[in-house]
């Protein structure tokens, strides 16, 4: 998946970034990050909100008879807090009972995609911003951040 990268920002992460175009301090609207298609299912991709690393994830969902089974969207905190890196949005998609997460590439600390919490040490999280899949769009609430 080819993403627009933002010159300049290339250097912060190892994973395309799509800037918004918003200052730091966010307007709490709903800002288009990328068209649904391009992302993978159960794949990650890292785009800049606000200001933040975002990891945005497109989930393959359980109904693939339901046309909008592919179309729910999570958006976390794309910096690893284990290790220090932005390497989230890399990480692998999996599931344990109802709990949808991301394992980091790194040190395969797992993340639930719904609240940030990490599922191996209950003190540790990401952040965690609403997302949604609209008109074949992805779009996230920048300055709405949660954790």
């Given at each position: ?22 200052p730091c301090g966010g307007t709490g609207a709903w800002v288009d990050v990328c068209s649904l298609t391009e992302l ?108």
């Open positions: 998946m080819t993403l627009a990268t933002s010159p300049g920002d290339t250097a912060l992460v190892d994973t395309p970034l799509v800037d918004t175009g918003l993978d299912l159960d794949r990650g991709a890292a785009v800049l909100v606000d200001g933040h690393q975002v990891a945005v994830f497109r989930l393959a969902g359980t109904t693939p008879a339901d046309p909008t089974a592919h179309d729910e969207v999570r958006a976390v905190g794309n910096h690893d807090p284990f290790c220090g890196a932005n390497v989230i949005a890399r990480g692998l998609v999996g599931s344990s009972g109802e709990r949808v997460y991301v394992a980091s590439p790194m040190y395969k600390h797992r993340f639930d995609l719904r609240t940030g919490r990490c599922l191996d040490d209950e003190a540790v999280g990401l952040p965690v911003w609403p997302a949604r899949a609209r008109d074949g769009r992805v779009e996230v609430l920048a300055g709405a951040r949660r954790g």
